[in-house]
């Protein structure tokens, strides 16, 4: 089952840059799409969400794009900070399922360097 | 800030006992979930909860599992025959509704010898 599919394992970028972690989706059915990050030991916490009637939402640092042409979205984390360095994971909903269930990616490991 | 709760943080129990996991969700919440994951793996959907039934589950949730939510606070999940294939982090979730973000538990790291 590859629904959502996170491509890249590991990122590493510089604090101060840009960071942009990338998500692909394949079910045509869901609308409703959220970034979660994870620290080793802890749950996921939620960061930032978008539906799928908006292609932009934007939160601080973190913004979210939506492409459902190509069924992609991405997140970008400006200027990144050593603390964001965690697993990012993709996750997305249908709308028609009645207990709302998340479908995860594999996760990214981000790494930010001082 | 509220949290969803969840204990133990970790249990070992032996293959073919009964565990309860145990999970306290946001007060104002309506919908309960449970997750697991298997180390190395993905993030898997097992069960979500509303209106004191469940909701939706998944093929992973067979006759093995159950949830309750036995009082006003509590959420639990109930294996009832461990298999060495259960060990996982299985986390708890809630949200206010089917489509607002589900906030996420500690994760209670069960390991099945």
């Known amino acids: 089952d590859q629904q959502v599919k996170q491509n890249s394992p590991s990122l590493s970028v510089q604090e101060g840059r840009i960071s942009i972690l990338n998500c692909d989706y394949t079910n045509s059915m869901f609308d409703y799409f959220l970034w979660y990050k994870k620290y080793p030991a802890e749950g996921p916490t939620f960061l930032i969400s978008i539906s799928s009637i908006k292609d932009k939402n934007e939160d601080g640092r973190f913004t979210v794009f939506l492409n459902k042409s190509a069924k992609h979205l991405s997140l970008h984390i400006v200027p990144s900070q050593p603390g964001d360095s965690a697993v990012y994971f993709c996750a997305a909903s249908e709308a028609d399922t009645s207990g709302s269930r998340l479908t995860f990616g594999e996760g990214t490991q981000l790494t930010v360097n001082p | 800030e509220p949290e969803v709760t969840q204990t133990p943080s970790h249990q070992v129990t032996q293959m073919g006992q009964e565990v309860i996991l145990r999970c306290v969700p946001i007060?104002?919440?309506?919908?309960f979930y449970w997750y697991r994951q298997i180390l190395g793996q993905k993030v898997e959907f097992l069960v979500s909860?509303?209106?004191?039934?469940?909701?939706?589950k998944s093929e992973i949730f067979d006759d093995q599992f159950s949830v309750e939510r036995p009082d006003g606070s509590n959420f639990t999940l109930k294996i009832r025959s461990t298999k060495l294939e259960d060990s996982a982090m299985y986390f708890c979730?809630?949200?206010?509704?089917?489509?607002?973000?589900?906030?996420f538990g500690q994760g209670t790291r069960l390991t099945v010898v």
């Open positions: 007060s104002n919440h309506l919908y």
């Open positions: 979730a809630s949200s206010e509704g089917a489509h607002f973000e589900a906030f």
């Open positions: 909860f509303y209106n004191n039934e469940i909701s939706e």
